[in-house]
């Protein structure tokens, strides 16, 4: 850090109000699920440091090895360090009234939000971001982390990666830019990087600050409290903020936008239980702005029936083969006939099938593809049927519906809302029943499910999360469930 006079000569003309230049330390990215290790905060009064002050904070949990290896942090440092709530009221007395200023505020400035909201404190300020402020003055560099700004300005640190070291680099920091760039056109980005996104004014003004940074469904609601809207995010807030920000609104955004009155939101403590909940909630609630998630009545599968000539698409209403989704030969799911057709009919052209046989053309003799050399003539008996039978299956493979690959319900754990430990999504053959919290929940959830009925959707978004998730997180599930 520059020493106290040098920070003094260095004094921003613009920022001549309370401030105060903070910076966390914390065990990981997700302030939902990580919690704070260090806080370094130093108060500015007309340009000039007038106060600074740090405090290590246990966690209560352990600090990874990684975090550690980086900051220097580790949970013998932090053994006799205050828990948070010890020094909640000390941390919100210096920020009370003052710009919150730090490097990627928006991280620093979520999890003080999480802290402060896991005790029941409230607590809100303006907030100015040094990485949107540096990219605003100098566009003309791609990079603007604090190390690289250092390295320009010709600013030291003596703690680099410690919560007070990090934030003494700040006021250093934002006057060289001033210093650079000119007090008119500081300002002027200054003010710009205040002004972010605001919502509407016909919603509160402090829903700004309520919005969670964590992944969750949020819900938009009309007037007289009519659901317009419901959607998912792994950033409650940033998402809401963009239905908002003209530059990103399609006509359709622009009339939502125009309409909310009322913003709600769950978080989740992961991404999978945000799809699974907003799946649910727009079959449930039926908003008038969601089309793509409805339950859809035409979800319907391919079948391949055999008949005297030999195999033949056909195309079925889910429910019809519901019990029998695991069953060869079966493909899809599809949101409707005509996707259905479409999508053999893509396949066949693709490996010279016979669109004739397989009930997509009509007409006597060779079917269109002959003539044009792209079918083999099974229409006219010059390809074997059996072998261009056996050309379909293989040709529909990459369609097939993928069979439940467990004996019985599963698991799969995910983080809680708030880092308040974890929950478990209980699926049973591509059904979400339910998320519980702990086993008692599970048991019951699985007693009380007996028909659930396949939901594609639930079917394409569970299918993507055993791809990813990790064995440890995955519980095979004993009890099965009882019949009605």
Not at 438 to 464: K, P, T
């Amino acid at each position: 850090m520059p020493d106290t006079a040098a920070a003094i000569a260095l004094q921003s003309l613009s920022l001549r109000g309370p401030v105060a230049c903070v910076d966390l330390e914390t065990t990981g990215g997700m302030a939902a699920h990580h919690r704070v290790i260090e806080v370094g905060i130093v108060l500015l009064e007309q340009g000039e440091i007038v106060a600074e002050w740090s405090t290590l904070v246990h966690p209560g949990i352990r600090i990874p090895s990684s975090i550690a290896s980086f900051t220097g942090i580790d949970d013998s440092m932090v053994a006799d360090a205050p828990p948070f709530a010890d020094v909640v009221q000390e941390v919100r007395q210096r920020l009370e009234g003052r710009l919150f200023v730090a490097h990627n505020a928006r991280f620093d400035y979520g999890f003080l939000r999480a802290e402060f909201r896991r005790l029941g404190v409230k607590f809100a300020a303006p907030v100015l971001c040094t990485v949107k402020l540096s990219r605003a003055l100098y566009t003309e560099h791609s990079r603007h982390n604090l190390d690289t700004l250092m390295e320009r300005f010709g600013l030291s640190c003596m703690a680099r990666h410690r919560a007070l070291g990090d934030a003494q680099v700040l006021p250093a920091l934002i006057a060289a830019m001033e210093n650079q760039r000119g007090v008119d056109v500081m300002h002027a980005a200054v003010t710009d990087a205040l002004r972010e996104t605001r919502l509407p004014p016909h919603l509160p003004p402090e829903l700004a600050d309520d919005l969670p940074e964590g992944p969750g469904v949020y819900l938009f609601r009309g007037e007289g409290g009519t659901l317009l809207y419901v959607g998912k995010s792994r950033n409650i807030r940033s998402r809401v903020f963009e239905h908002f920000a003209a530059r990103h609104r399609s006509g359709k955004e622009s009339k939502l936008a125009h309409q909310v009155r009322q913003v709600e939101w769950i978080e989740t403590g992961g991404e999978l239980g945000a799809l699974l909940l907003e799946s649910r909630l727009v079959k449930e609630l039926l908003p008038t702005g969601n089309r793509r998630l409805r339950r859809h009545e035409g979800d319907c599968v391919v079948c391949l029936v055999r008949d005297e000539q030999g195999l033949r698409p056909q195309v079925v209403p889910i429910a019809d083969v519901d019990s029998g989704l695991d069953a060869d030969p079966v493909f899809g799911p599809f949101r409707a006939e005509k996707d259905a057709w479409r999508a053999l009919e893509g396949k066949a052209r693709e490996a010279g099938l016979c669109l004739k046989l397989l009930g997509l053309e009509s007409g006597e003799g060779s079917c269109f593809a002959y003539q044009v050399k792209k079918c083999r003539g099974a229409c006219i008996g010059r390809e074997p049927r059996a072998l261009h039978d056996a050309r379909l299956q293989m040709t529909l493979v990459p369609l097939k519906f993928k069979p439940w690959p467990f004996a019985g319900a599963i698991g799969i754990r995910e983080p809680a809302p708030a880092g308040t430990g974890l929950q478990i999504h209980v699926l049973d053959r591509w059904r979400h029943l339910g998320t519980a919290r702990d086993e008692a929940e599970v048991q019951a959830l699985l007693r009380a499910d007996s028909d659930a009925a396949f939901d594609a959707d639930s079917y394409r978004i569970i299918g993507r999360a055993l791809q990813d998730v990790r064995p440890r997180d995955l519980m095979q599930l004993p009890v099965r469930r009882e019949s009605a």
